[in-house]
């Protein structure tokens, strides 16, 4: 079956820094692949998504390229903000599953000045 | 636009008792809505996936008996804890789907935060 495995959290990181969240996937065919972030108190919102193999997702100074051949979709931020705190899940859904997301397990993201 | 609410945000009930969890599509019509449920520091863990006016579609090891979904018209999605234990206390997260495309987009709502004493 499907499985998204992504780094454990928390990360924290000081305002500036370069950020990377690893994520690796499993699954059968040509999933669609997603990043969702969620603030605290709020719901789960779409950051970036890709389609297909060398598609790259970008949103807010956020983006992620989808490989293949390495079955990742590493989520990167050259300058995080204090703002940027969050939870960030990586996603997959497969296009034979009827839009159903499988989920990592979360990475947290804390942003220090 | 393509807002998706949840009432209540919390609740707290007693053990024995039913619960039930609204989900609705703000500004939007949803064809498929799902249920997800989220554990402390854990993943959304799918539990149903619903299309309006038919049964919904339960993931393998969810109780349907338990937990009763009904997805009355294309804005509104009930999520019913039945007989409800401390088992149950979770973060239940609703989403709702617009179109009928293979990467159609969910959007998700804020959740609710159930406490079963």
């Known amino acids: 079956g499907n499985s998204v495995t992504q780094m454990e959290g928390p990360v924290t990181l000081s305002e500036e820094a370069f950020l990377t969240i690893n994520c690796t996937y499993t699954?059968?065919?040509?999933?669609?692949l997603f990043w969702y972030v969620q603030y605290p108190g709020e719901g789960l919102q779409l950051l970036l998504k890709a389609t297909k193999a060398d598609d790259k997702g970008s949103n807010k100074g956020f983006e992620a390229t989808y490989r293949k051949e390495t079955t990742s979709f590493h989520l990167e931020k050259g300058s995080v903000q204090v703002s940027d705190s969050a939870v960030y899940f990586c996603?997959?859904?497969?296009?034979?599953?009827?839009?159903?997301?499988?989920f990592g397990t979360g990475t947290q993201l804390k942003v220090e000045l | 636009g393509a807002v998706v609410s949840q009432h209540p945000s919390w609740v707290i009930c007693k053990s024995g008792t039913s619960v039930k969890i609204e989900c609705r599509s703000l500004d939007f019509q949803a064809t498929t809505m799902f249920w997800y449920r989220q554990f402390p520091k854990q993943s959304l863990m799918l539990m149903a996936t619903?299309?309006?006016?038919?049964?919904?579609?339960?993931e393998q090891g969810v109780e349907k008996d338990k937990f009763l979904i009904n997805h009355a018209s294309l804005t509104l999605s009930t999520l019913t804890v039945t007989s409800a234990h401390p088992e149950d206390s979770s973060f239940y997260i609703c989403s709702a789907q617009r179109g009928d495309y293979a990467i159609s987009e969910q959007y998700f709502g804020p959740g609710t935060r159930l406490t079963v004493t």
């Open positions: 996603a997959l859904s497969g296009r034979g599953g009827g839009n159903k997301l499988t």
């Open positions: 699954a059968t065919g040509y999933p669609s």
């Open positions: 619903s299309n309006e006016g038919s049964k919904a579609t339960y």
